[in-house]
């Protein structure tokens, strides 16, 4: 799906506790992005930065606080994280899709009362940096699977 950063974004969780792979583009004409620069000190074209770098975020409180840059990470790796993500999906069965040292992500069939058919996430991030950052983890309640595929299938026609 396309985000409110402008760009690609994959999000997975429900309102309060998700992950969220993201490729920002920051517009620099934009009065937040300007007065984000203006505390920051430095201009807005620099605040901005070029667009090109994938970020992850992870919260269960729903303030968006607890995320890292992916410095090197290219389109065609987080193509073929989703794309492994949508097989396993598939299966109806627990499995697990790693994106390399920094992330890993356990599915396994879940449901409550609102969702009949879903997926419940455990999330394990660690950052790039710094080196030796402790691994940050999280579990969202069942997500549905329609909701999932279609999310899935947006993310990676924004991709293209």
Partial sequence: MSSEFGGPALFIGEDTTFMLLVRPKLDPADPFVQEAAEEAGVSA????????VWALVLDDDYEADGGFELPGVRDAEVEDFAERLRAGLGTGE???VEAGAVLRLEARPGSSERVAEGYVFT????????EGAPTVSLETGPVPLKTLLANLDEFRRSLA
């Fill in 45 to 52: 074209e620099e605040f901005a930065g070029p667009g090109n």
């Fill in 94 to 96: 627990p499995f697990t």
């Fill in 123 to 130: 999330v394990h991030a660690t950052p790039p940096e710094p």
